[in-house]
């Protein structure tokens, strides 16, 4: 049986070519995969089908058509994933990388690990470990219970218009978090 994953960096103009490196690592001659890469501003995949980036319909057929998911800690990323039912797989951005400009990767996925939305890897040992987990154990990654992803795109775009509207004066992950939930996205 051929596992079909989904590696998205997300749309930040920083490169996170780092990710991409270690899945290539991981299912370099592997015939157990199909790999799709949207690989943004990063080199392409060595290994994988590659585009730099999807637009939103072929975004959410990549997301629904797989059966795997690993990304960059993005709100979009992990509510797209959950949205087709799938936990996904997430590496933070580092800022002592140059991947991002602060750390609010490592806070957030911590929040959404602790909510079982998404599983954190922070190191390439753990990456293909839980890539193999997860290919003999594929039911960890799947949501027993899928949200309307109409929901959590809306969620999204709630919070991205209020920080359009009167971004405050200093953003924390605190604050995001308390705009999801004002929003109703997470609890």
Do not use: C
């Amino acid at each position: 049986m051929t596992t079909k994953i989904f590696v998205t960096v997300g749309t930040d103009h920083h490169p996170f070519a780092r990710l991409v490196d270690w899945v290539d690592a991981w299912a370099e001659g592997r015939q157990d995969i199909d790999l799709l890469v949207q690989h943004g501003p990063a080199p392409a995949s060595r290994v994988g089908r590659n585009r730099p980036f999807l637009g939103a319909d072929e975004l959410q057929r990549a997301y629904r058509s797989s059966d795997l998911v690993v990304a960059q800690v993005g709100p979009g990323s992990i509510a797209d994933a959950n949205g087709a039912g799938i936990v996904p797989i997430v590496v933070p951005r580092d800022p002592a990388l140059g991947e991002v400009v602060d750390d609010h990767q490592f806070d957030f996925g911590a929040f959404m690990a602790a909510k079982g939305r998404a599983a954190v890897v922070t190191t390439r040992e753990a990456l293909h470990e839980r890539l193999e987990l997860a290919l003999t154990r594929p039911e960890q990654h799947r949501l027993s219970v899928v949200p309307d992803p109409r929901g959590a795109a809306s969620e999204v775009a709630a919070l991205a218009q209020r920080l359009v509207a009167g971004p405050p004066a200093r953003l924390s992950v605190r604050r995001v978090l308390a705009m999801l939930r004002s929003a109703g996205g997470v609890t």
